[in-house]
């Protein structure tokens, strides 16, 4: 079973995840930028992020190399946004709706916060799907170390390879 990890990560709190989990199942990787970064620094970072996941806006991605067709399921990661997916990851399913739609479709989610639930919810409603599963829920993993979280990405990935076998 052939997986790719398409995520994006603002402080690199979803790279730390996407990169654990691409060492363990041996998957691929696809980083995805919106072309105009957001800020990432004082309150500018969270008034405009924020805005940005509430009005539920696709930002326009810097180019990226991605062809579904080689994968039999898609792992999306991002930071959680005002309760949400960040922004980015709905340009991306709008960009790819058609040859997602009939993968198995998992997610990651970062936060500092630990609550990623809703915005796995939302996830599934972008995709139609009834449901995202497995998913994964981690608070600040690179900035907040510790072995729980370690313990949670090999679990998922544990999860990942039964659905391998
Ligand atoms: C614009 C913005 C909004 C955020 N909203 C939430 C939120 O609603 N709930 C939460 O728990 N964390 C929230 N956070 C914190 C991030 O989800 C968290 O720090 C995450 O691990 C960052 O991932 P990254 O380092 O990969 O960018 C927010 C951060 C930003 C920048």
Redesign the pocket.
């Given at each position: 079973m052939k997986i790719a990890i398409v995520y994006?990560?603002?402080?690199?709190?979803?790279?730390f995840v996407a990169n654990e989990i691409a060492k363990q199942i041996d998957a691929d990787i696809v980083r995805i930028e919106p072309e105009k970064a957001?800020p990432d620094k004082g309150f500018k970072?969270?008034f405009?992020?924020?805005k940005s996941?509430v009005m539920g806006e696709s930002p326009k991605l810097v180019p990226y190399t991605f062809d579904a067709s080689g994968y039999d399921a898609i792992i999306l990661g991002y930071?959680?946004?005002?309760?949400t997916f960040?922004p980015p990851i709905r340009s991306f399913v709008e960009q790819n709706r058609g040859v997602i739609a009939e993968k198995p479709v998992l997610a990651f989610a970062?936060?500092?916060?630990?609550?990623a639930e809703k915005s796995f919810v939302k996830l599934a409603a972008l995709l139609k799907k009834d449901k995202i599963s497995p998913t994964l829920s981690l608070?600040?993993?690179?900035v907040k170390p510790s072995d729980d979280k370690l313990a949670a990405i090999e679990a998922f990935c544990l999860q990942i390879k039964e659905l391998n076998a």
């Open positions: 994006y990560s603002q402080s690199e709190n979803c790279d957001y970072k969270f405009w992020g924020g996941a930071p959680v946004w005002a309760g960040a970062t936060s500092s916060g630990g609550n608070v600040d993993p690179l």
